[in-house]
C-alpha cells in the first residue's frame, strides 16, 4: 500500500486563520519542533508543484516555514534544492515597487490567481540550529516568502485575489 501523504489543513479550518505563535528560542531544538520542521519538508517533497509550507497548514500554530531553495531556480530540477527553514520570521523591508503575479497553495488547491507583491523584501529568522540569519530576496523567493509569513498572520492568498480565474 502507498504510504498515505501528510495531512494538510485546507481554507475554512481555524488553523488557518489564526495567528501562529513565536516559537521560543530555547526550545527549537526540542523533538516537537523539530518534528514541525520535518513535516513541512516532507509537506514539500510529496508535493511536486510545492514551493514551500507553514506550519499552520499541517496544523501547527507556531511561527515556521520552510521554503525550497527551487524557489531560485524555477527552471531546474526541484529534487536538487535544499529547503531553508524559516522560524519566528519578521519581513523587515519591503520595496515599494510590487508585481502582480500567480499564485497557488496547497491549503487552497481549487483557487488560482494574481496577488500583488513587494519586488523585494529583507527578512529575519532563526534556522533549525536556532541561528539567527538575515537574507534578502527577490522575485519568485521574495513572492513565496509574503505568502507563507502571510500563512503565519492567518492570511490566505485568495483573500488578496485581485482576479479570479
Ligand atoms: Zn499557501
Keep these: 500500500m502507498e504510504k498515505e501523504k501528510t495531512k494538510i489543513y485546507q481554507k475554512g479550518e481555524k488553523v488557518l486563520n489564526q495567528k501562529a505563535r513565536e516559537v521560543p528560542l530555547d526550545k527549537i531544538g526540542e523533538k516537537k519542533f523539530q518534528d514541525i520542521i520535518k513535516k513541512l519538508e516532507r509537506v514539500i517533497f510529496e508535493n511536486d508543484e510545492a514551493l514551500a509550507a507553514a506550519a499552520p497548514q499541517v496544523g501547527d500554530p507556531w511561527r515556521i516555514f520552510a521554503v525550497s531553495e527551487w524557489a ?48 523585494k ?22 513572492q513565496v516568502i509574503q505568502h507563507e509569513t502571510d500563512h503565519l498572520d492567518g492570511i490566505l492568498f485568495v483573500d488578496k485575489l485581485k482576479s479570479k480565474s
Aim: hydrophobic share 30%; aromatic share 8%.
Design 72 to 119: 531560485l531556480h524555477p527552471n531546474e530540477k526541484k529534487a536538487d534544492f535544499k529547503n531553508i527553514v524559516f522560524i519566528n520570521p519578521k519581513i523587515t523591508k519591503t520595496s515599494k515597487e510590487t508585481s502582480l503575479a500567480p499564485e497557488s497553495c496547497l491549503s487552497a488547491p481549487q483557487y488560482y490567481g494574481n496577488v500583488k507583491r513587494a519586488q
Design 121 to 142: 523584501v529583507k527578512v529575519e529568522a532563526y534556522d533549525e540550529n536556532g541561528e539567527k540569519f538575515r537574507r534578502g530576496a527577490s522575485g519568485l523567493l521574495a
